[in-house]
């Protein structure tokens, strides 16, 4: 048991885009504004770092889904995907839904879908982590740093968001 | 009245890439057209920073390849700061390179290249993948994990981060290798060469068996271009040759001077330019460039495993070899000396060294830095003023110097596959996959969720759609 009297469970938080690409990077400032209301520096998002605020939970950030990620995805009990998508999507502005496992031909490049991940870790390490998508909609994909204040806006939307999905989660940095 | 069927865009290629088939009044192939519609921002971009920040900024130019943006960057660099790189710094760069060049390889081969090798490309797309991989042979799936995830941990040993560095710097490394790390690194190489090789029989295996397609897909001469040192492979360093379509070389030329010797020609059609050897002009002057190139320019390799396999692959062919699925196994050849080459490097006596960077500076205002990419030849070119601020910067990505060639492989596969306008899976898979045998990276995009479905479009002559199917 953990706090609140909850069953602890393991949460990963993958965030990826680019950075230089304004709402492209959404997820950077996602989890940068999350580690500060858990109390963290955010100073090491911003490469893949792997942070760890606590037992069982582990947020990290990448440019882009790779193969090799399943491994780890595999060993969770969930897993966050977070990025933005683009209008005409069919997503709400913030976006949460599961994810099924999946894969196409096609879907297979250097950039690989969540759900190619999520198929990853059950084909080949027989896992089946509760897997989810949490998005924001993006605004600008020029170059930039700066999110586009649209999407400002629905990024603290889903930091609030994941805040209770680590609080549901028995989470709590240490 | 003609048709024009459009792909839009390519699968399994990073950014946005668009294919148009133009069909001819008979319903046969007329002329094929890559065209890169993501505009390449990042030379604007960079105006106004400090030149020194470059190492850092232009790895997020691409996930994939974040190490040659940022060791050609570094190396632009060493030269604006008018300062060299102490022996240890380079040997570090070295192995940072080569981490990079076993990741991006096994990637590619094993993710993107095997589905179609072993599966064929007429399967059903729903095994034709990394999943049918897995079913079919687990084994070498996660051998292929281990093997990507190798050279990104070579890449995080050395500088502490697997993408988006801040570690080769003007002058040298901010941080040399530990004793661990280097222990670490040499622990798992042995493994990782028994990876490669593994990939290698497979590649030979399918390229031997299927010698009918072989030999009709893509298969033109063309020149190579890419760097040597002393007629041995090189990725890291040295005078960049030319040879023709016999394998006599053209000319060599200093990496510096590129502007000499390299020409970029536009099309109005595709913002990707298509480089070309400027002395012989457009388009008698096109040439290929990547693992293909590289192993035709090469007349050995100085690692004892990778060499082998390139006495056989030089077998393969009279001069050099021109069947563009041969890129397959040449990209494997260097992935395994790749691995050797991180071996040597272990043992060299100065890898330990923490003489790394080289402090003493004065700006030059201009340099030019070169380097053998996974994907073929990659520059950067800076210009600052006299405090180190970035006035201009020329980028020529190695995807770009393969543009004619992709082009052009995917005008021939069309011509030769893909029969009337009742396009099939399988043709539309054989175009596809004969721009994926170049691996290139377009991904200077951004890839938001959205962004990436497979659009069909069939249109007449005039631009008029007549069919528009979107495959996911």
Sequence with gaps: MSVDGLAAKS???????????????????????????????????????????????????????????????????????????????????????????????????????????????????????????????????????????????????????????????????? | MGQKITIDPVTRVEGHARVTIQLDDSNQVSQTYLHIDQFRGFEKFSEGRMFFEMPSITPRICGICPVSHHLASAK????????????????????????????????????????????????????????????????????????????????RHLSGRKIHMNWAVPGGVSAPLSEASRDAILGDVEEMIGIAQAGISVAKEWLGANQDVVQRFANFPSMYMGMTNQGALELYDGPVRLIDAQGNQVVEFDGADYL??????????????????????????????????????????????????????????????????????????????????IQVLCHDEDILSEDIRNTRTHITGHGVGVIEAPRGTLWHDYHTDENGVITRVNLIVATGNNNWAMSNAVDMVAKEFVKGSDVTEGMLNRVEAAIRAYDPCLSCSTHAVGQMPLIVEVTDANGERLERFVRN
């Excluded at chain 1, 896992?127 to 586009?148: C, I, K, Q, T, W």
């Excluded at chain 2, 007429?122 to 084994?139: C, E, H, T, W």
């Excluded at chain 2, 970029?264 to 693992?291: I, S």
């Design chain 1, 11 to 174: 949460l990963l938080l993958v965030g990826y885009g680019n950075t230089s690409r304004r709402d492209d990077g959404a997820a950077a400032h996602i989890l940068e504004s999350l580690l500060l209301r858990l109390g963290m520096s955010p100073e090491v998002i911003g490469g893949d770092d792997d942070i760890e605020p606590g037992p069982g939970l582990k947020v990290l950030f990448l440019h882009q889904l790779a193969p090799e990620l399943a491994e780890l995805v595999a060993q969770y009990d969930t897993v966050v995907f977070i990025d933005a998508h683009v209008d005409g999507a069919g997503w709400a502005p913030l976006c949460w839904q599961p994810i099924e496992a999946a894969v196409e031909a096609g879907m297979v490049g250097h950039h690989l879908k969540p759900s190619v991940v999520v198929a990853l870790a059950e084909s080949l390490y027989g896992a089946r982590p509760d897997a989810f998508m949490l998005s924001v909609l993006g605004h600008d994909f020029n170059f930039g740093e700066e999110l586009s204040p649209e999407t400002q806006t629905l990024a603290q939307e889903a930091v609030d968001r994941l805040v209770q999905v680590v609080h549901d989660h028995g989470r709590r940095p240490v």
């Design chain 2, 260 to 341: 000499d010797y390299v020409q970029e020609r536009t099309e109005d059609w595709t913002y990707l330019k298509f480089p070309y050897y400027k002395a012989m002009g457009w388009p008698e002057g096109v040439y290929r460039v990547a693992p293909l190139a590289r192993l035709n320019i090469a007349d050995h390799i100085t690692t004892p495993l990778a060499n082998e396999e390139l006495k056989s692959f030089k077998a393969l062919a009279e001069g050099p070899v021109q069947a563009t699925l041969y890129y397959h196994y040449a990209r494997l050849i260097e992935a395994l000396y790749g691995l050797e080459q």
């Design chain 2, 76 to 155: 632009a660099c060493d030269v604006v700061a008018g300062v060299e790189p102490p022996r240890p710094a380079t040997l570090l760069r070295q192995m940072l390179h080569m981490g990079q060049i076993v990741q991006s390889h096994a990637l590619h081969f094993f993710h993107l290249a095997s589905p179609d090798l072993l599966f064929g490309f007429d399967a059903d797309p729903a095994i034709r993948n990394v999943a049918g991989l897995v079913q079919v042979n687990p084994d070498l799936a996660l051998k292929a994990i281990r093997l990507r995830k190798y050279g990104q941990e070579v890449i």
